[in-house]
C-alpha cells in the first residue's frame, strides 16, 4: 500500500506563485510515475504534468507549460509541483497521483484558489 499526502496549497492572487509537495509513505520502493492531477469545480479531473520514476517530466498540460514545473526526489519520496504566473483558471483541487505495479493511488488533494 501507498499512502499520498500534498501539502502547499493556498490563497493567492493572479500572477502569484505556490509550490505543491506530494510526500509519499507506505511501500515506496515500487512506485513507478507520479503525476499531478487537478479538478476545477464543474469540470473532470485532468492531468497536469506527470514524472517518470527516472525523474523525467512528461506530459504537462499545454495550459501550464512554461509555468509549472514537476520535479521528484527518490530519496525524500516526494514530487513537487512549481507554479509560477498563476491564473484565476488554475484554480482547482489539486491532487498527487502514484502507480505502483498496475495500481493507482490519490492523494486527498490541496485546494488552491487564484483570485484575479
Known amino acids: 500500500q501507498v499512502q499520498l499526502a500534498e501539502s502547499g496549497g493556498g490563497l493567492v492572487q493572479a500572477g502569484g506563485s505556490l509550490s505543491l509537495s506530494c510526500l509519499a509513505s507506505?511501500?515506496?520502493?515500487?512506485?513507478?510515475?507520479m503525476a499531478w492531477y487537478r479538478q476545477a469545480p464543474g469540470k473532470e479531473r485532468e492531468m497536469v504534468a506527470r514524472?517518470?520514476?527516472?525523474?523525467?517530466?512528461?506530459d504537462y498540460l499545454d495550459s501550464v507549460k512554461g509555468r509549472f514545473t514537476i520535479s521528484r526526489d527518490n530519496d525524500k519520496n516526494t514530487i513537487g509541483l512549481q507554479m509560477n504566473s498563476l491564473r484565476p483558471e488554475d484554480t482547482a483541487v489539486y491532487y498527487c497521483y502514484a502507480s505502483d505495479r498496475g495500481l493507482d493511488y490519490w492523494g486527498q488533494g490541496t485546494r488552491v484558489n487564484v483570485s484575479a
Open positions: 507506505g511501500k515506496t520502493w515500487t512506485i513507478g510515475g
Open positions: 514524472i517518470t520514476r527516472g525523474r523525467i517530466p512528461k
